[in-house]
Structures are given as structure tokens and as C-alpha cells.
């Protein structure tokens, strides 16, 4: 955890020195509780202090989670039926993997090469056909609620493991373009840093990364200074929570604005050609429209600087008409990325230690439209999961003949959601503080899925 950073717990609020730990008054009302079992205050603690040294050891380090947004079709891509009827199967062909047995779409040529080194889930299911309600569901964990906003993921590991070095400890790339992305109920302060822009077109800077115009490095020392008088100030008279908040903003941008390292990571200055032909950037020619490439590029260079969760969102899979135009201009661009990422973080030794998730809300109907397309489709998808601590050349679960329903082992999002945070060393059963000081479960129901671990 970052020095100056508190994580608070229902249980009492824990500092960078455990014996720093100032009880709240529903730890009182527990060992109160607890008195009547014979344990004292000191017992109480030293439960908690035990608890606390039993945590779980983490697999990953850090995360690169790239969103399909719109729902990606899974017949088409990771799971293709090709002995179903025309209606079902689709128009295009498939493939073998690396993996005996295992096709994949024909449009997937790379990623058929890495699959000895991914995990395909083929039962990913839940019963949200919204796309914003598909959404919350897949980046929190929780099904959608009206009385809260769940916090994302990667707001989640955030708060609990903090920053590493001056590195946002969460960015979406290139733009937060859900609102279940960010920090929910959790202080703004746990939410993303977005690039602002796309990372493939030529001129490519992060949004205020580098100083404004007519601010120079002296310039900007003396308005750092004006702002330690004026938080002096406040701190001689009360305290506030949204006081520390603009603190630590500004504490991380100014960390963002003087370290070398950190602009280093946003940037492909220093990526050689062949690495980018691997990511398939080469002979782009002007870029007319997001590319994956650049996206997964920078994803891979920020987990190396220390960032611990990079969203990528990539391309527009809400394809109810033209659906096979949509999949022909974005598919074939998306598996090379994918691929080259995969590979990248095999050769440079980060795989076993990044944890890369391809997902979308929901998959697509498993029988073409009548206006050529495919439409949402909740009760089976599939994503696939890589490094980190996942199988390599695994296949989890399967969905019927029509690509329809689950036939075999069905994951849930809870399920899902608390896998992923055992892997980074978090307890999904911890609980967070909601507004009004209520205790809220990482994560309500589900379990870790141990098939899925190496």
C-alpha cells in the first residue's frame, strides 16, 4: 500500500503501520459481543492482526483487460459451431489451434497460434440483455442495483492495493466510455486516468500529461508551492474527506507531471518496428478509426512502468444489421493485436505475472436476424482469460449444438469476479464502506473457480 494512502474497512481503518489501527465504533459493538465469549479487546486485534497475515498471496501483478463494448459475438470469434444450420453457423469458417481438438473462427488465424498459452471460456452467462445493465455486471461483479453503483474492478484494485511508484494504479485506454468503469460508491479518488485519445494517430499526446502552454518548470514549482500554503492552512483547522481527495489528485498528477519513467510509458517512442509489426501497426496508412495495435501497445508498456489495472476498450460489436461487415472491418485487426500481445508478454516474461482478460457485456444471438445481423445475448458468451495465474491451453465449459445455453460448467460473473481478484491477493469477501458507513461485500455471492487456475 502507498505510504500516504488509508484503505478503509468496516472493521476500523488500517495506515501504513498496523499498530496504527484506530477502531471504529462497530468494532466496539463487536467485541462487545465477543466479551460475552470470553475475548478481550487485545484478543479481538490480535485475530485481525493474525487474519491479516493469512492474506492471499497473489498470481498477478498487475491486469489488462480489454472491453468489446456492444457484445461480441462468441460463434463468430472463439466458439464457432460448424455443424450447425446455415442460420446458426454463419458465413464464415474455421480453423484448428494449437490446441488438438479446439477451433476458433477463421477470422482468428493469430489467435489460433497463442491458444497453448490462453484459457477459452465458452460458459460465461447472466440474464442482463441491457447493454448498460450487461455492463455493470461484467466490471463489478454485482448484478445492477437502483439504490448503488457497484465500484469497477479495476477501481476496486485500486483502493485495495494502492499505486506503485508515480504510476496511476488504474487507466482506461483510450477513454472511459462507460460510466461502470469508474469508482461507484468509492471516492473519486479510486477512479481511472484516461489517455484522452487515440494512441494510433500520429501526433498522439496523453491528456494533460505535459505542461500547459507559457508554464515552465520554475513556473510550475512556485504554483506547487502557493498550493502547500494553502493546504496548510486548511489543515490547521479541520480536516475533510474531500480535502484529502484533491490531495491525492494532485499529489499523483504532480508525481505523473515530473517523473521521466511515467511519461515514457504512455508514449511508443521506444517501441523498435518489429514489435509494433507484432501488434500489427505496420503500413497502417492514415488512421481513419481506432486500431487495436497501438491500444494493447500501450496497455503492455503501461503493467511494465507499474500501473496494476489498464482497461482497453476496443471497436463497436452492437452489430444488429450488417453484422458480418462489422465483423470483416474490426475482427481480423483485433486477433492480430490480441496475439501480438500474448506473445509480446511471453517473450518478455510477463505473462506468468499480468493477468489479460478479453471480455465483452454479452454475447450475440446464436441465429442471424433477418436484417443480417445478430442481437444481444446474455444466457452464454464467451471471454477468454491468459497469464497471471490461468491455465494455458484450456478450454473452461461449453455452450449447446446452437451456441445457445451453457451444457457445461456455466460461470457466473460472481464467480468470474472473484477469481480475478484472488489471483491479485484479494479476499472478494472483505468488505468495502458505502456511503452512510455501510459494509458492502467486494464481491456478494460466488466462489473462486479452481479449474481455471494453473
Known amino acids: 500500500m502507498h505510504l500516504n494512502q488509508k484503505s478503509k474497512h468496516p472493521a476500523g481503518t488500517w495506515h501504513s503501520d498496523p499498530s496504527h489501527f484506530r477502531p471504529r465504533r462497530r468494532d466496539m459493538l463487536r467485541v462487545g459481543w465477543l466479551g460475552g465469549l470470553g475475548l478481550t479487546l487485545g484478543n479481538y486485534f490480535e485475530l485481525r492482526a493474525q487474519a491479516g497475515a493469512a492474506a492471499i498471496e497473489p498470481k498477478a501483478k498487475s491486469v489488462i483487460h480489454i472491453y468489446l463494448q456492444g457484445g461480441f459475438a462468441h460463434m463468430d470469434s472463439f466458439d464457432p459451431k460448424p455443424d450447425a444450420p446455415s442460420e446458426y453457423r454463419g458465413i464464415l469458417g474455421t480453423l484448428h489451434t494449437k490446441v488438438p481438438g479446439v477451433l476458433f473462427s477463421s477470422h482468428m488465424q493469430s489467435s489460433a497460434k497463442v491458444a497453448d498459452k490462453i484459457t477459452v471460456v465458452r460458459s460465461m452467462t447472466h440474464t442482463e440483455v441491457d447493454h448498460s445493465r450487461g455492463e455493470h455486471s461484467m466490471f463489478t461483479g454485482y448484478r ?9 474492478m479495476g477501481s476496486v484494485v485500486a483502493h485495495e492495493l494502492g499505486p506503485r511508484g508515480s504510476m496511476p494504479p488504474y487507466v482506461v485506454v483510450p477513454t472511459q466510455r462507460s460510466q461502470f468503469l469508474g469508482s461507484g460508491y468509492l471516492s473519486n479518488a479510486y477512479g481511472p486516468f484516461a489517455l484522452g485519445g487515440d494512441p494510433a494517430r500520429s501526433g498522439f499526446q496523453v491528456r494533460d500529461l505535459s505542461l500547459p502552454e507559457g508554464i515552465d518548470e520554475q513556473r510550475f514549482e512556485r504554483r506547487k508551492s502557493w498550493k502547500t500554503l494553502v493546504d496548510q492552512h486548511f489543515a490547521s ?5 474531500k480535502l484529502d481527495t484533491m490531495n491525492a489528485f494532485y499529489g499523483r498528477a ?11 510509458a504512455f508514449s511508443l517512442d521506444g517501441e523498435s518496428e518489429s514489435t509494433k509489426q507484432l501488434y500489427g501497426m505496420e503500413a497502417w496508412g492514415p488512421v481513419l478509426r481506432p486500431r487495436a495495435g497501438a491500444s494493447f501497445l500501450i496497455a ?3 503493467v511494465e512502468a507499474g500501473t496494476r489495472f489498464v482497461t482497453v476498450t476496443y471497436g463497436a460489436w452492437d452489430t444488429h444489421a450488417y453484422h458480418y461487415r462489422g465483423i470483416e472491418t474490426q475482427l481480423p485487426d483485433l486477433d492480430r493485436a490480441f496475439a501480438g500481445l500474448i506473445t509480446d508478454l511471453d517473450q518478455r516474461g510477463l505473462l506468468d505475472s499480468t493477468l489479460v482478460l478479453l471480455t465483452s457485456e454479452f454475447g450475440r444471438t446464436p441465429r442471424i436476424n433477418a436484417g443480417g445481423g445478430r442481437d444481444h445475448w446474455p444466457r452464454v458468451f464467451s471471454i477468454v482469460m491468459a497469464g497471471g495465474g490461468i491455465k494455458r491451453g484450456y478450454v473452461h465449459g461449453a455452450s449447446d449444438s446452437l451456441a445457445a445455453e451453457p451444457a457445461d460448467q456455466p460461470l457466473s460473473v460472481e464467480d468470474y469476479a472473484h477469481t480475478l481478484y484472488y489471483l491479485l491477493g484479494i479476499d472478494a469477501r472483505e468488505q468495502l464502506m458505502s456511503p452512510g458507513d455501510r459494509p458492502q461485500a467486494i464481491v456478494m455471492n460466488g466462489n473462486v473457480v479452481q479449474e481455471l487456475l494453473a
Open 237 to 241: 483547522a479541520e480536516r475533510d474527506d
Open 300 to 302: 503492455r508498456r503501461l
Open 254 to 264: 504532480y508525481d505523473l507531471l515530473a517523473s521521466k519513467e511515467s511519461k515514457e
Open 144 to 152: 445492477p442495483s437502483p439504490a448503488l453503483v457497484y465500484p469497477s
